[in-house]
């Protein structure tokens, strides 16, 4: 059944629109053989049914394994502290065998020296290492005091950096093998990006 409201409207549309010399007009059905014979005038040359016989029928799923990017080859660890007038922040980079970058940031949210906001630099970075299960590491910064003091070439007289030399040292035993180094700030330009984006983040308690 048809609603006479619909028609009413209907009817004030073509009053309205005779003025313009518009003449409306019912649409009609569309049969699905015309959409059909459209279909069929306009096949592809190279059209080649598919083929529903799969061979593999029980194959649940295909994925490839690689070979285990730690074996023989070293991860890297890129660190540095920020201490400065605006705040304290952290940066370290994990860098692949293969070359892929993983970034790890803090705000260190207490008043500390340059030196230790290194060591809590490289502590979350190790940390981060050993989460990954990474097992021969190098560590590379460029605060000399830092690097010689776990190196073991230099004493740690500072009270305020003992126990963080002391838990680096606890840290390394979870490594097959781990070495440090030195490296010139302008070489660690991206743990020290990090690091100095991090002392300016405002916290809001």
Not at 10 to 15: C, S
Not at 50 to 67: G, H, I, K, R, S
Request: glycine letters at 6%; aromatic letters at 10%.
């Amino acid at each position: 059944m048809e609603s006479t409201a619909l028609n009413g409207i209907l009817a004030r549309w073509q009053i309205l629109l005779s003025e313009f010399d518009i003449v409306y007009v019912n649409q009609k059905a569309v049969k699905g053989s015309a959409i059909a014979n459209f279909l069929a005038s306009r096949a592809l040359e190279d059209y080649e049914p598919l083929n529903f016989d799969f061979p593999n029928e029980d194959l649940m799923c295909v994925a490839t394994t690689e070979e285990d990017p730690q074996e023989g080859h070293p991860w890297k660890l890129n660190f540095d502290g920020a201490s400065n007038a605006v705040g304290n922040g952290i940066g370290a980079v994990l860098v692949s065998p293969n070359g892929e970058h993983y970034p790890f940031t803090s705000k260190l949210d207490f008043d500390c020296t340059n030196n230790m906001a290194e060591y809590e630099a490289c502590i979350m970075g190790i940390r981060a290492a050993i989460e990954r299960k990474i097992n021969v590491l190098e560590v590379y910064g460029d605060s000399v005091l830092v690097i010689y003091q776990l190196k073991g070439e230099w004493e740690t007289r500072d009270p305020k950096l003992i126990n963080y030399r002391s838990l680096v040292l606890e840290l390394i035993k979870e490594f097959d093998d781990i070495v440090f180094y030195y490296l010139p700030r302008e070489e660690n330009q991206m743990a020290d990006a990090l690091a100095t984006l991090a002392s300016m983040i405002k916290v809001n308690k």
